[in-house]
């Protein structure tokens, strides 16, 4: 998803600046760093910096994005996929939903960037001490580091081996969707409290009371 939204939304700049909380499971972890530096080293960008806000400051926009769509969700009945999207481009007059297929149309691609990056790229040891990432295109498959706004930089290598095709992407992956078992768990289990089942078993009782 980072990777679509830096295709689709950039402006061609080449000078990338991100903010992120320190959730590590999320935005610090050897895989969006990974992905970062192949950025740089692909050409889409000269200078990316990747900056952790302190613990304590870390509200931001997007969180308040979240909480107008749980604010709209509770008060809303939402039985299918459709009316969700409704109700996140309702939740604020900026909001646009970006489903994964629109229309039958598959609206971006999942790869397997973990198995890709892993290949090429290896983790920096104690990366939860630092704060402040910077990559450039001087020095391509190294990653600056700094565990605060005031320290030094230390410079660090992540690069495993030479990519032979810079221009080689993952393996694409095609979402397998609900299974069976998933299925049938939905149909006997969920179907009963829809809003729309309920209706319809209504109209049926009614129809049946008509006769």
Known sequence: MLDYTLNEYGFGEKSCTLHADNCSGQNKNQYVLAYLCWRVMMGFHDTISLKMQIPGHTRCLVDSGFGHIRKLFRRCDVDAFSQLVEVEEKSASTSVAIPYKKDGTVTWEWRDWKEFLSGHFKAIRNIRKYHHFRFSNEYPWYVFVKESVDSIEAKMSILKHAIVDLKTKPILITPPGL??????????????????????????????NDF
């Not at 069976?180 to 009782?205: E, F, K």
């Open 179 to 208: 299974s069976r078992d998933r299925q049938l768990y939905m149909y006997r289990n969920v179907r009963p409290y829809s809003d729309l089942y309920i209706r319809m078993r209504y109209a049926h009782l009614q129809l049946r």
